[in-house]
């Protein structure tokens, strides 16, 4: 138990920055305490971010005044007294997967920091004379890294800082003696830099590529938000009109309904009256026939004679009356006529609301007609809604060299995809067709059969840029990346398929080629060719240039891959081409 307390003690006591008993201990406002210079070192190497606690994160919006403690460096001092150092907790020890400290013995430490001078990592403690002493200065420390061997020439044993262009690989200062004599040799530092530049280049294109998205992006959201609004009013306007239409037809129909069945109560009450009459007339004539059939019965002559008289006018004014049933298919209510001595009553034949039937399934018909035929053209005028984003409107391409050198580029080309029949010079801006093949290295990305070279830069946005030519023939290119690097002209040549477009360049006359079809051109002579690109729009131009600017043929397309620059260098030998720097 009393070891455990010492052994808690030690890691009390000691720095979590170097693992070592704290010197000229301070403790700052979140309550850690380190050692004065390591915490100090450790916000100096935090550049501009806010200082901040390496164990609990806490930051300080401004740096804390560190003032020594008295009492921990006295407890401390005590410590030292007992010969006793403080042991790095677990945390701090390396494992599989971290870099270890090359200078520990034993179990060794984590490393915090990589010399790229050294090609030797270090823990915090052993890190420590790179801060104290003036002689490593100049050293590069970076994260840690396992790859520290990688930077080691395999030829020569030494460290590899300078950069074979013409190999694209790292080499050491010997390199150029044997292997790489006579190669275009750079220093990596100045490679870095141009890489980085041409990395930033890229960058801004990217982020340009980006902005453009995220405004598409954005319109394609509006576009949506269109559709639903559009979507959601047709649908409630549409609810709105075919409710309106279904009340229309029911209004209707109640007015049908009321007035069939107010002609019916019509129409049956005068058939009811009519009745009535009729049974009344029938009573009359059975009093009479009784009258009549008591006279006869009686056997008094005189009485018969005297009664007699009083019943003839009754049967002069009786009436015999018939109902006969007639096909009357024009009128739609029942004749009545006046009894006559030989009069009919004539009524219809079973149809009294049959025509309104007629006239009903009529309407219906040709409403059926009428929702066929427009239920056609509303499904149409749906499936045919075209809903596009709407492009923003391209900008117009510039009509002076002046306008055009806004977009000027810098182009260099690509050793990896040069042909062996061509030597790259001028910082490799400059192809000539030479007599012998030169000696590069094997690449997937070299052309195999037609002499020409692709830029290393990969091109989205607006661009212009220039090529200067000799007295030879050359072609001036755009070109997608995967285009074939073997295979006849069709398959690699630029403008031989519809991966590249090419402007075939003679004295005084030109040949656009694209998809090995070629259209004859006819302009001024230059030695000067511009190239303007509008990537978004689809656009490329070709010029002449010389006082003034003459346009040779223009392409509007659609981009679907990034374009890189090329160029074809032919006959004679001795021929060759100059990307401009035009800045």
Not at 54 to 82: D, G, H, N, W, Y
Not at 355 to 374: K, N, P
Request: charged share 25%; hydrophobic share 30%.
């Amino acid at each position: 138990m009393a070891q455990k307390g010492v052994q808690l003690d030690q890691e009390t006591f000691s720095c979590s920055i170097c693992l070592d008993l704290l010197k000229d201990p301070v403790t700052i406002p979140c309550g850690h305490s380190y050692c004065m210079k390591c915490i100090n070192n450790f916000w100096d190497e935090g550049e501009k971010k806010l200082p901040s606690c390496p164990q609990c994160r806490r930051t300080f919006t401004q740096k804390p005044e560190l003032v020594k403690s008295t009492m921990l460096a006295a407890l401390v001092e005590e410590m030292k007294k007992t010969g006793l150092q403080a042991a790095p907790a677990d945390h701090c020890y390396a494992g599989p997967e971290d870099v270890a400290c090359d200078f520990c013995s034993g179990r060794k430490l984590k490393a915090v920091k990589s010399c790229l001078v050294c090609l030797a990592s270090y823990c915090q403690k052993h890190l420590q004379p790179h801060h104290d002493s003036s002689t490593f200065k100049k050293h590069k420390l970076v994260d840690p890294s396992k790859n520290l061997q990688d930077n080691i020439c395999p030829h020569h044993g030494e460290v590899m800082k300078m950069f074979c262009r013409t190999d694209q690989k790292c080499i050491c200062y010997l390199c150029p003696v044997d292997e790489h004599k006579g190669h275009d040799t750079v220093s990596a530092a100045a490679e870095r830099m141009e890489r980085q530049r041409e990395m930033e280049v890229s960058r801004q294109q990217i982020q340009q590529e980006i902005q453009d998205r995220e405004k598409d992006v954005k319109l394609l959201q509006q576009e949506v938000e269109a559709i639903n609004q559009s979507a959601d009013k047709t649908v409630e306007d549409s609810e709105e009109m075919f409710t309106e239409l279904i009340s229309l037809l029911q209004k209707r129909s109640s007015e049908v309904k009321q007035q069939i069945r107010s002609q019916q109560e019509t129409e049956v009450r005068r058939v009811r009256e009519l009745e009535e009459k009729l049974q009344q007339e029938i009573t009359d004539l059975k009093r009479r026939d009784a009258e009549m059939k008591q006279l006869s019965d009686t056997e008094d002559h005189n009485q018969f004679l005297h009664s007699w008289p009083s019943l003839s006018p009754l049967s002069e004014s009786t009436h015999s009356s018939s109902i006969s049933i007639r096909p009357l298919t024009h009128s739609s209510s029942t004749s009545i006529r006046p009894l006559t001595h030989s009069s009919s009553i004539s009524i219809r034949p079973l149809r009294y609301f049959q025509d309104v039937a007629a006239a009903v399934s009529e309407v219906r018909g040709r409403l059926q007609d009428i929702l066929r035929d427009t239920w056609t053209n509303i499904s149409l005028a749906v499936t045919e809604v075209d809903v596009l984003l709407s492009q923003p409107e391209p900008e117009p391409e510039p009509t002076s060299r002046a306008g055009f050198l806004k977009y000027s580029c810098e182009i260099t080309l690509d050793p990896n995809t040069v042909n062996t029949q061509l030597l790259l010079s001028e910082e490799n801006r400059k192809a000539t067709l030479m007599n012998k093949d030169q000696s590069y290295s094997s690449h997937p990305d070299r052309f195999i059969n037609v002499p020409q070279v692709l830029s290393r830069e990969s091109l989205t946005g607006r661009h212009y840029w220039e090529v200067e030519k000799k007295t030879g023939v050359i072609r001036v290119a755009v070109s997608y990346k995967n285009i074939s690097r073997s295979g006849g002209w069709e398959e690699s040549g630029f403008g031989g398929n519809d991966k590249s477009w090419s402007l075939y360049c003679y004295l005084d006359r030109y040949i656009f080629w694209y998809n090995n079809i070629q259209t004859s051109i006819s302009g001024p002579e230059s030695s000067r060719i511009g190239v303007y690109l509008d990537h978004r729009a689809g656009v490329l131009s070709f010029y002449s240039v010389s006082g003034t600017m003459t346009l040779l043929h223009r392409v509007q397309t659609s981009f679907t891959q990034p374009l890189h620059a090329g160029v074809c260098v032919y006959y004679p030998p001795g021929n060759s081409t100059e990307f401009c720097k035009l800045k």
